[in-house]
């Protein structure tokens, strides 16, 4: 019997994955609905309680939205877990970039200040490391997101403070949008804006590395305000 329920339960997790490997792969974009649990049993090979089991898991993470006589449809790519806020599920990334940005202005100089009374060295030879490789991608035409993501991660580390840490994932999606937005065409002033918030966190100089986070945001809020107006100048 328990080896039974134990089957089941790994027949449903490979449905699930399976199913999320389709969703992703073929791919099914947001809002599309999905074939019915017949033709999805037949699909992967599995009955229609498996396939069941499958979607009604994708659906407490935040994948698929059944709707009552209608079917299922995707919801959105990324997981709860992976955007814990359901922000990518909002519609309009002009508008939500510029939200992100009235957050980030809230945060991220007090994170840079407190980075700047506690890095470790250590801290700040991984900040200075990440600093140089952000700026030789922009310089050379790559794509500068990743290691962008890296170097704010880094700074949160550096204030030794858990909790800023853990508002990571917030930046994080706001970087994303920003670069899908503006296709990094700030490059220059990402390269000097990060080099003056690399340089007064090493300095130690709290007001320094407060006043160059808000100069490095304030060029990113001013690009996208600028991209939603002509976006809404387009509707």
Known sequence: MEQAQSERKLLGAQAEDDLMAYILGTPVPIGEKLPN????????????ST?????KSLVTKGILEVRRGDGTYVKSHCSLAEDPLGLSRLDDKYKLALELLDVRLILEPEIAASAAAHATPE?????????????????N???????????????????QNRVMEMLVPIINTAVTTFASLTHRSLRRETIQTHRAITDAIVAGDAVGARCAMVMHLTYNRQAIAELWKEHQNQL
Do not use: W, Y
Request: hydrophobic share 35%; with cysteine.
């Open 37 to 48: 649990e017949f033709e999805l049993g037949q699909m992967f090979q599995v009955g229609r």
């Open 51 to 55: 396939i069941r089991e499958a979607v």
């Open 123 to 139: 801290n700040k030879a991984e900040l200075q490391t990440l600093c140089d490789e952000v700026e030789q991608l922009c310089l």
């Open 141 to 159: 035409g790559g794509d500068h997101t990743p290691k962008d993501i890296a170097f704010h991660t880094c700074i949160a580390r550096c204030s």
